[in-house]
């Protein structure tokens, strides 16, 4: 292992750029990401032959080279070319989709002696390309007498996001910047994955066939444990030619061991050309108006994940795998009866010691496999008085790849007085983004630095190559 004076020497010999050089090269990057898109969606284009036949001009041609090419003995329709997707090809779809759209219904807790469950209709519309969506969000409060079924509309056209309470009547907008479209898009499509249970489900089988309007459909079965050992079950109807559902249903498992019907959802639609009313932002005339789009806040970071202990608070605010392994995490904590944390963020070193913080983000430990990350310090941004602090996670043995994971569980400390911790937290991080290339790392992880500083602007030392290469030296330092 090498000495702490080495590993000091090596961090300060990496490459710091100027604060105009990566805004220079975010603009440069950002165009070749938008060049790389529209080649990677051309690469992920239906096969040619199912092009071919579904377009009724070509479609008599196609017949003629069958034939020639029966003739000429050539295996054309061989079924290996055929497409044949799976249930684990179907997150990878959703994910790589323009425009989403799915509509069934959620069931919500028996309670009483109620014998049927409350249920809602839920409808999702999503434009991951312009950032735009229209979600129906439904919640609930349970008492012993009855279930409470709140609804609210989410409707982004791009620009605005109107927020409808239904139950009061209120509307409210907020201001989306570039990086918020982005990153909303984002967080809409991995809730939508969470809601029909393609998140995380493992113990997949394909259990027959059904036909649905006319098209043939495998049948699978999923099976996953969730909180407290109870169990959710899914079963999915997945076109094996197209890979889109035709029907999906999931269950939860109750107190009482009886399984529940969680949702069922009868209309799942891909790349799809959506009506332009459907992103609409106009309050309804008898709603009342919390702001207007002029008055409107810009929209702030919401946190991932988040926990706290009496007058201690932790926000985890957004994560990035890196294409090495290690995990650059944003995260603060407050303790109410502190007024200022200007000395905490004093005199830390890039790749150093973590700040004292009330609860501390020491470690992370993967969910699903035994890989150790030990933490260390970035940088922090700072806006409206709140500090961010920006640390690396690199793993302490071999690193597992991260679709074979779950995620991350963050292992922390306490730095405050004792009589204050009376529970501790279990914090997970699950909606991390990965960061594969140099232009990933220009959109997302420099994006969220400037979304997070009162400046807008990036520091210094945060670059592609310097995080790379400080992610390497303390990896080497620990072996």
Known sequence: MKSLKNIKQ???????????????????????????????????????????????????????????????????LDKTVTPAYGITDAKELFQTSNTIHMKGRMYFPLTGLKKEQSSVEVEYWLDTENGR???????Y???PEAVEIYVSDH??????????????????????????????????????????????LFDYIKVGQEVINGADFDIWKGLREGNLGTQIKLKAWLSPTTGNFGRIETWVQQADGTMAKLMEIDLVERNIDIPEEIFLTDAPADYVLKNTKDTAPWAEMETTTSGSVNDLMLNIHIAFTLADGSVVVCWESTDKEQDSQDDLFSGLEFG???????????????????????????AYTKKDDRYFEWSIYVPQNETQIRKDIM????????????????????????QDIQINTEADFSTWVLGAFEELNDDRQVPDNINYKSVQDLSNILRESTR
């Open 407 to 430: 995620g991350y569980q963050a292992i922390h400390r306490y730095n405050s007085n004792e009589e204050k911790i009376a529970s501790s937290i279990a914090l997970e991080i699950s």
């Open 155 to 200: 409707i982004s056209d791009g620009i605005h996001e109107m927020r409808l309470n239904h139950k009061d009547k209120t509307v409210i907008y907020k201001n989306l910047s570039s990086f918020q479209r982005r990153l909303f898009a984002r967080k809409n499509i991995y809730t939508f994955l969470e809601l029909i249970c393609l998140n995380d």
């Open 133 to 139: 969506w229209n979600l129906t969000y439904p919640g």
């Open 352 to 378: 150093g010691a973590l700040p004292k913080l009330p609860i501390e983000i020491d470690s992370l430990k993967s969910i699903g496999g035994d890989t150790e990350y030990f933490g260390y310090h970035l």
């Open 10 to 76: 090596s961090i300060q010999k990496l490459t710091v750029n100027s604060s105009d050089e990566i805004h220079s090269r975010v603009l440069d990057k950002l165009l070749r990401v938008l060049d790389n898109t529209n080649k990677q969606l051309a690469a992920k284009q239906p096969n040619i032959w199912r092009t071919i036949m579904i377009n009724k001009i070509t479609r008599f041609a196609a017949a003629a080279v069958i034939i020639v090419a029966v003739l000429l003995s050539i295996t054309f």
């Open 141 to 143: 409060s349970v008492s």
